[in-house]
Nanobody, 123 residues
Framework: QLQLVESGGGLVQPGGSLRLSCTASGFTLDDYAIGWFRQAPGKEREGVSCRSSRDGSTYYADSVKGRFTISRDNAKNTVYLQMDSLKPEDTAVYYC????????????????WGQGTQVTVSS
């Protein structure tokens, strides 16, 4: 039973911050590459950030580089997405995905998904 659960979304003012969590059950998250994706109204799904297994290398989309940070808490089997300086265009449902592969994480097809958490950035 492999499961991912996202949390931490909500309503925030432009310039504010949120910290999203992706908690794994049924497997050890460190063995998996983790990707954060978002789906905005009227837009296609967009890769936001990812973390490779083993070496923990990270990637950020140009649109969020310098504002978002992906990190891991081994004790909690959780990956976080710290989002700072939020903009209205960051509004979307955010999903985390996982796949048991060691490869540049932006090249991977993700097998397991959470249910998503809504992030709304609005004044």
């Amino acid at each position: 039973q492999l499961q991912l659960v996202e949390s931490g979304g909500g309503l925030v003012q432009p310039g504010g911050s949120l910290r999203l969590s992706c908690t794994a059950s049924g497997f050890t998250l460190d063995d998996y590459a983790i990707g954060w994706f978002r789906q905005a109204p009227g837009k296609e799904r967009e890769g936001v950030s990812c973390r490779s297994s083993r070496d923990g290398s990270t990637y950020y989309a140009d649109s969020v580089k310098g504002r978002f940070t992906i990190s891991r808490d081994n004790a909690k089997n959780t990956v976080y997405l710290q989002m700072d300086s939020l903009k209205p265009e960051d509004t979307a449902v955010y999903y985390c995905g996982a796949v048991r592969m060691f490869k540049l994480c932006v090249l991977l097809k993700y097998d397991y998904w959470g249910q998503g958490t809504q992030v709304t950035v609005s004044s």
